[in-house]
């Protein structure tokens, strides 16, 4: 046991228990022993791989549907925001693409991400561009409100800290994390909250007796602050998950929290906390409401591999036949990877919203509007 775990221990034994969102908290952006906050974790030779790890190609994908973004409004400067920006891998591609596009002089960017070591390689990685500003935390953008742009994110919705819920006895319980003879568990209560019932019977879940799931209420704070900073434009988020109908259902009796160590993937949140990465599904139905209510409208839910195979299919094209020979099987390896339905293709979801811009052509590529249940 780690001097961390024995903190967390003797906290959670001082206040008997605390929910799985204040666990996660903790154990994914503490100061000085979050997994977060302490480094960088993607890639092979961490946890897990994201998009990012593909190379440039997944940026140059999400620059040109930012251009179409821009290219809508009509606007002469264009505002990006990235949320979880890590070092700014991601960033630096977008911009090179923008750059390449000779739109890199009209472009605003702002990255957010909570981790001061991954901030601080951010800035050394994108020194060379102009106007861009990274930012600790979304309470420190609130000097930006009026923009108009996009906002877009790559796997952020899926960290933000949720609760847990289990259905007994025709009642909802909260899955409380407490601790017993020095060991953590999950123990059911009363919830903490009338919003956890509340979020499910808004998108029309029922739980099954026994039936174990997650509820992010961390959203509704994220989406007050976009729309107070997005006077006109987009939000564009890439994550997995599905509609509520589709993620809370008898194929998934203890829900879709996972852990994430070193390529192993498993559901041990209490084991080496600090070290090891918390997710779950997200519920695009509650990110689609919780917008609605803001002003941003839902305009487009897609895989991401059919979405860029449609929106993306011009620089599809360019990607296999610009490098050299050698180039070329890389290229390849990584427009799989994107794409196909086996890899990240079907696992990550593209969700595109709009804040006053009606009027404005739908974005291209595939829509399953429907499967989020918003009728």
């Keep these: 046991m780690n001097s961390f775990e024995a903190t967390l221990i003797e906290e959670i034994r001082r206040r ?37 790890q593909t190379g440039p190609l997944f940026g140059t994908l999400l620059a040109h549907s930012f251009i179409s973004f821009w290219d809508a409004l009509g606007c002469g400067r264009f505002t990006l925001v990235e949320l979880g920006g890590a070092d700014g891998a991601l960033a630096e591609s977008v911009l090179t693409a923008l750059a390449v596009q000779g739109r890199g002089r009209s472009v605003r ?57 289990v259905m007994k006895e025709n009642r909802l319980h909260e899955l409380f994390v407490v601790e017993r003879n020095g060991v953590l568990k999950e123990e059911p209560g009363t919830p903490s909250s009338p919003l956890l ?61 996972r852990t994430f160590f070193k390529h192993t993937v498993d559901d ?37 591999g059919r979405y860029f195979l449609q929106a993306g299919e011009s620089v599809l094209r360019q990607a296999v036949e610009k490098p050299s020979d050698a180039e070329r099987p890389a290229v390849v390896r990584a427009i799989k990877q994107l794409v196909h339905p086996a890899a990240f293709g079907e696992a990550f979801q593209i969700f595109i919203q709009s804040k006053n811009a009606e009027g404005l052509p739908p974005p291209p590529g595939p829509n399953r509007l429907a499967g989020l249940g918003l009728s």
């Design 16 to 52: 008997e228990r605390v929910t799985f969102a204040e666990f996660m908290d903790w154990a994914l952006y503490h100061p000085r022993h979050g997994y977060y906050t302490t480094g960088l974790r993607t890639g092979r030779t961490g946890d897990f791989v994201t998009n990012v």
């Design 109 to 165: 960017f702002h990255l957010v991400e909570s981790s001061p070591k991954a901030r601080e390689a951010a800035r050394r990685r994108l020194s060379r561009f102009s106007a861009v500003e990274i930012h600790g935390s979304l309470d420190e953008l609130e000097h930006t409100a009026g923009i108009e742009g996009c906002v877009y994110s790559n796997e952020f919705f899926d960290a933000l800290p949720f609760h847990r819920v």
């Design 197 to 257: 019932e509340r979020s499910l019977s808004e998108g029309g879940v029922v739980l099954l007796e026994g039936q174990e799931a997650e509820v992010c209420l961390a959203v509704d704070s994220v989406m007050d602050h976009l729309t107070r900073i997005l006077a006109r434009g987009f939000v564009f988020t890439v994550d997995y998950g599905a509609g509520a109908l589709d993620l809370y259902n008898e194929r998934r009796p203890q829900g879709t929290r």
């Design 268 to 304: 041990r949140p209490f084991q080496d906390p600090g070290q090891r990465d918390i997710t779950a599904h997200v519920d695009f139905s509650r990110l689609a409401r919780a917008g609605l209510v803001r002003d941003l409208k839902p305009v487009l839910f897609a895989p991401q």
